[in-house]
């Protein structure tokens, strides 16, 4: 399986260069990559954690920085009660909902590599 895990680094690297360009200067990423909509958490907070574990995997601290600030960026966005605001509304993928526990695990978990 040597050329299938190859392809799927070059794919999930693909992926990542193309999502990190378009890093907004908070640290977040739009709903929509290529649409002036809000700010995504729990998109975010994906992302950051998927570029941690492809850290790991592949031993490469390439965007590592992308995933730092993304970080930040959702620690700022934890509320008092420990939700991460900004997340997008899973039934209507246009708007922004109030929770989503999805994201926000997503979102305190990935630093720490839960």
């Known amino acids: 399986m040597t050329s299938e895990i190859a392809d799927l680094r070059e794919w999930t690297d693909e992926i990542l260069n ?5 890093q907004q200067p908070s640290g977040g990423l739009k709903n929509y990559l290529k649409e002036d909509t809000f700010e995504d958490s ?8 998927a570029t941690y574990r492809y850290s790991l995997i592949t031993k ?4 590592i920085p992308f ?3 993304a970080f930040t960026r959702l620690i700022d966005l934890v ?3 420990g939700w991460v605001a ?3 509304d899973p039934y209507n993928f246009r708007t922004v909902g ?3 526990p999805e994201g926000t695990q997503l979102a305190l978990g990935s630093y720490s590599g839960n």
């Open 79 to 81: 509320d008092e009660d």
């Open 67 to 69: 995933a730092e600030k």
């Open 86 to 88: 900004s997340p997008v």
């Open 42 to 49: 729990a998109g975010l907070a994906l992302i950051a954690a």
């Open 60 to 63: 490469s601290d390439k965007y």
């Open 18 to 22: 193309a999502t990190w360009w378009r």
């Open 98 to 100: 109030e929770h989503s």
